[in-house]
C-alpha cells in the first residue's frame, strides 16, 4: 500500500498502453509509472484485473507482457469460471497498486457486486491501495458515465461503484459521442457534475477530491464539467502535467 496511507485513484481516458515497434506487443505507458510511484514501493505488488473484457486470456498475456522490464511483481484476478484465488478479498489487500483494463462497464459492475468485489475494492482503496484503469476500469470507481456496454451506440449508465462522487468522461477526444452526451446527462441530472479526460490523461483523486490531472501527449486535456443554470452544463478545461517518461 501507499506508504503515505493516502487513498489514490488513477482513472485513465486512454492511453495506458502502447504499441511497440514490434508487431502486436503492447507497453505500459508513462501514466502508469506515475500510478506506481504513488505507491511508494521499490517494487510494488501490481494486480490486473480484466473483467470487463470477459477475463479475456489474450487481454491479460498483453498486459503481463507490457511489463516486461519494470520492477514490479505481477498477479490477477478472475471470475471464470470462478475466482481464480481463494481469497480475492486478501488479494486486493496484499497489492500495491490494482489496475482494470477496458471493456463493458455494466458487466463488470454485475459481477463485481454478485461476487462481493465491490465492497472489497472499497476496503483495498481505504487501506491505500492505488486504485487505476482506463476506459470501464476508470468508470467504475465514479458514479458513472456514458458507456458503449449496450451497443456502439453510447448510452448513459449510472450504476458505478460510486467511490468517487463525480460523472467520468473518457476516450473524449477520440470518440465524437463522449462530449455532448456527458454534458446532456449532467445537464439532466442523470449524472452528477465530473471530470473526463483525453486520450493519454489521466486523472489523479487523493480521497475523493481531485488533485490534478497528468498527460503523456501534448496535446491532451482533463475537464471540469458542471451545472449551468437549470438545463445546462458548462466544461472548464484543466491544464495537465505532462509526463515525459
Same mark, same amino acid.
Given at each position: ?185 449532467? #445537464?439532466?441530472?442523470?449524472? @452528477?457534475? =465530473? /471530470? +473526463? ?11 475523493? *477530491? !481531485?488533485?490534478? #490531472?497528468?498527460?503523456?501527449? @501534448?496535446? =491532451? /486535456? +482533463? ?11 458548462? *466544461? !472548464? ?9
Amino acid at each position: 500500500m501507499t506508504s503515505s496511507g493516502q487513498s489514490h485513484i488513477l482513472a485513465i481516458g486512454g492511453g495506458s498502453f502502447r504499441p511497440t515497434e514490434r508487431h502486436g506487443f503492447l507497453e505500459a505507458s508513462p501514466l502508469l509509472r506515475y500510478g506506481l510511484d504513488l505507491t511508494g514501493e521499490d517494487r510494488p505488488k501490481l494486480g490486473l484485473v480484466a473483467t470487463a473484457t470477459g477475463d479475456s486470456a489474450d487481454w491479460l498475456l498483453k498486459m503481463y507482457g507490457a511489463f516486461a522490464g519494470w520492477d514490479v511483481e505481477l498477479s490477477h484476478l478472475t471470475v471464470f469460471p470462478m475466482p481464480n484465488v481463494k481469497d480475492p478479498r486478501a488479494w486486493m489487500l496484499e497489492q500495491d497498486m490494482i489496475y482494470v483494463s477496458g471493456g463493458s462497464v455494466a458487466n463488470l459492475a454485475v459481477l463485481w457486486r454478485l461476487h462481493g468485489f465491490d465492497e472489497a475494492f472499497e476496503e483495498a482503496w481505504r487501506s491505500g491501495v492505488v486504485l487505476s484503469g482506463q476506459s470501464a476500469g476508470a468508470l467504475c470507481w465514479h458514479v458513472g458515465g456514458n458507456t458503449d456496454s449496450f451497443g456502439p451506440e453510447l448510452n448513459v449508465w449510472a450504476d458505478g461503484l460510486a467511490f468517487l462522487p463525480y460523472s467520468c468522461g473518457v476516450h473524449y477526444n477520440s470518440e465524437p459521442q463522449r462530449r455532448p452526451l456527458l454534458h446532456q446527462s449532467v #445537464a439532466s441530472g442523470e449524472l @452528477p457534475e =465530473g /471530470y +473526463a479526460a483525453d486520450e493519454g490523461v489521466a486523472l489523479h483523486y487523493v480521497g475523493t *477530491e !481531485f488533485i490534478q #490531472a497528468v498527460t503523456t501527449d @501534448p496535446a =491532451g /486535456y +482533463a475537464y471540469r464539467i458542471e451545472h449551468d443554470g437549470a438545463d445546462g452544463a458548462k *466544461e !472548464f478545461r484543466i491544464e495537465p502535467r505532462l509526463l515525459t517518461s
